[in-house]
């Protein structure tokens, strides 16, 4: 059975970082393109961030780019989503899904599995 387990978010204030992971069991994260999505209050989830399985190539969200930082670390079967200069529009649940097939209109596709999310808050 395939679970992903989002953790490190929290309350923090705006100009603030934090670390997501998103961690595999069941799956090997190292097979596959893995994207990290979030959704805020009232909004549809959006996709953020997409690293391709040798972590060679990676995609932001247009709202992301220069502040997030998608990795991963494939011995641990982790994916991870450092976050800087946090504002308060960054607020929202943020989801890891795998695997990710293609990209197109910065739409991700594939995602046959997803995490329940964590949580980031980020205080004005």
């Known amino acids: 059975e395939v679970h992903l387990v989002e953790s490190g978010g929290g309350l923090v204030q705006a100009g603030g970082s934090l670390r997501l992971s998103c961690a595999a069991s069941?799956?090997?994260?190292?097979?596959?393109?893995i994207g990290w999505f979030r959704q805020a209050p009232g909004e549809e989830r959006a996709a953020v961030a997409c690293?391709?399985?040798?972590?060679?190539?990676?995609y932001y969200a247009d709202s992301v780019k220069g502040r997030f930082t998608i990795s991963r670390d494939n011995a641990k079967n982790t994916v991870y989503l450092q976050m800087i200069s946090l504002k308060a529009e960054d607020t929202a649940v943020y989801y890891c899904?795998?695997?990710?097939?293609?990209?197109?209109?910065?739409?991700?596709?594939?995602?046959?599995?997803w995490g329940k999310g964590t949580l980031v808050t980020v205080s004005s």
């Open positions: 899904a795998a695997p990710i097939t293609h990209i197109s209109g910065g739409k991700y596709y594939g995602m046959d599995y």
């Open positions: 069941g799956f090997f994260l190292d097979e596959h393109a």
């Open positions: 690293i391709t399985a040798n972590g060679g190539i990676t």
